[in-house]
């Protein structure tokens, strides 16, 4: 026999209060969190809209629009003229019902999903030098498929000064971090190529290789750093030709592995025939005295280490500048290969990076002083608020990964949208769902930002862990949004 709900029926089960902005929006989110929780069973018929909007006291283009956002979603089932049905999404869909990057500019909520600081207080300084410089280049077409050379140059003494000997042509500079493994990943990874990754990782770089149809190797990270034995046996089982690694305070667990470890998987690539692509885009953000190590690619002997840089952490993610390490002939065939996407990067923001190399080391401190601080009341009010969560607080990089009292990450990133954070559950950053004790919290917001987010966390955690609680929608309680800056 067919199950459904009356209009009134749903109303007094979603609850949404009528000031919640949008209420659209408000409405959907309530409905998705009373199916993933249970409160609502699959395949039960839906009130039509017309009866829904009735029972709330709204207009029928709110409830359409609600149910449009279930549906896209994969919340919700349709026939034309027949109705709704509740729903679950495929598996790997509730990883993230949206983009989970791309979050909408007006939803209020604190961004703790993105581990990207805000501006160094050096760019002013480094745009002024660059407008001043910029007419020089007008005389040419604007196009430099591998980067302008004073960048190049300055990227290549930078990896000079960290212990790896490198010249201009072996540089490509590239939008950014994510480009950079984009190209890698298109020009070395085919259809079902075995890949492999760390397990967390960053999650872009899964999405390059699914794009590509490679096949995912993933390598767990215990709580105290990479296993080398694990590594290289699945190097040897899986035989996989490419390797995507994060040794400099990885993301998102922020360990840095070691000078004997480096040399250790560097050595097994070569044992193995795999080419290691290694991503150092957290590299100059130590916060804590931590030992020296080099670039891992001063251990590679054979030209099958291939370096990841970026400007983004280290002085800002809008100037959407990194850079690739390798041969001069990788350089030249990843120039080709780019070319026919953008050409080259744009011009103005390479000579403000360029400006911003000769200032490195002070953004360097910059960096240290103000992510220690963040990193400082993250600890902080977590160790208060969240005491049976556990963690290992890292030396560097942005983030703390948080290991869950139990297996709740994506429904508690549904409660704390209720309650005004975004979060990033750790099955974003694992394969096929997994990772789902886990949960990304970056410290690169404001310290007060930082602890007015965990605060709600902690309200979001109570809520809902307690039996028959309801998951409000934001905006509907005490307590008006905090808009840091950021």
């Known amino acids: ?199 967390p990782t960053y999650p872009h770089a899964l999405d390059a290789a699914r794009m590509r149809g490679a096949r995912l190797v993933p390598v767990g990270i215990a709580d105290d750093g990479w296993n080398l034995d694990l590594v290289t046996c699945a190097m040897r089982q899986s035989a996989a030709r490419l390797a995507y690694v994060i040794p400099d305070f990885q993301n998102p667990t922020g360990h840095l592995m070691g000078e004997g470890d480096r040399a250790a998987l560097a050595d097994a690539a070569r044992r193995y025939d795999t080419t290691l692509v290694v991503d150092e885009s957290w590299a100059e953000l130590a916060i804590d005295e931590v030992p020296a190590t080099s670039p891992l690619a001063a251990h590679d002997t054979d030209g099958r280490v291939i370096s990841i840089g970026s400007a ?43 400006h911003l190399f000769e200032r490195i080391e002070e953004t360097r401190a910059e960096r240290g002083r103000t992510l220690g601080a963040s990193r400082s009341a993250l600890v902080e009010v ?28 994506t429904p508690l990133a549904d409660a704390a949208a209720a309650h005004g954070v975004r979060l990033a559950p750790g099955p974003w950053f694992g394969v096929d769902g997994t990772l789902e004790r886990y949960l990304r919290l970056p410290f690169t917001m404001p310290p007060h930002a930082l602890t007015e987010a965990a605060r709600r966390l902690a309200a979001a955690r109570a809520l809902a862990s307690s039996p028959g609680s309801r998951v409000a929608p934001y905006g509907s309680r005490a307590g008006a949004p905090l808009t840091p800056t950021l």
């Not at 952490?313 to 690739?324: A, H, T, V």
């Not at 703390?400 to 297996?407: I, K, N, Q």
């Open 1 to 199: 026999m067919e199950r459904y709900l009356s209009g009134p029926q749903l109303a007094r089960l979603v609850e949404v209060p009528r000031d919640a902005r949008p209420y659209y929006r408000a409405l959907a989110e309530t409905v998705r969190t009373l199916i993933l929780d249970g409160r609502l069973p699959t395949r039960v018929r839906m009130p039509a809209e017309r009866h829904l909007a009735e029972a709330l006291g709204v207009s029928r283009t709110t409830v359409t629009t609600a149910y449009d956002r279930l549906r896209e979603q994969g919340f919700l089932d349709s026939r034309q003229g027949a109705g709704s049905w509740t729903a679950l999404p495929e598996p790997g869909a509730l990883l993230g019902t949206e983009n989970p990057w791309i979050a909408p500019d007006d939803d209020g909520l604190l961004p703790l999903h993105s581990a990207a600081p805000a501006a160094t207080g050096l760019l002013p300084d480094a745009v002024a030098a660059a407008t001043e410089a910029y007419p020089r280049y007008g005389l040419g077409t604007g196009y430099e498929p591998v980067g302008v050379r004073p960048l190049r140059e300055a990227i290549a003494a930078r990896y000079g000064a960290r212990g790896l000997a490198t010249r201009p042509d072996q540089i490509l500079v590239t939008g950014g971090a994510q480009h950079a493994v984009h190209l890698l990943m298109t020009l070395l990874a085919g259809q079902g190529d075995p890949v492999l990754v760390e397990s």
């Open 312 to 354: 983004s952490k280290l002085w800002w993610g809008g100037l959407r500048i990194g850079w690739i390490r390798g041969t001069a002939a990788l350089i030249r065939r990843l120039a080709v290969l780019r070319s026919s996407v953008d050409v080259a990067s744009p011009l103005f923001e390479q000579l403000v990076v360029t």
């Open 382 to 409: 977590l160790r208060a608020e969240l005491p049976e969560w556990r963690f290992t607080v890292p030396k560097g990089g942005g983030s703390l990964w948080v290991r869950l009292d139990s297996p709740v990450a």
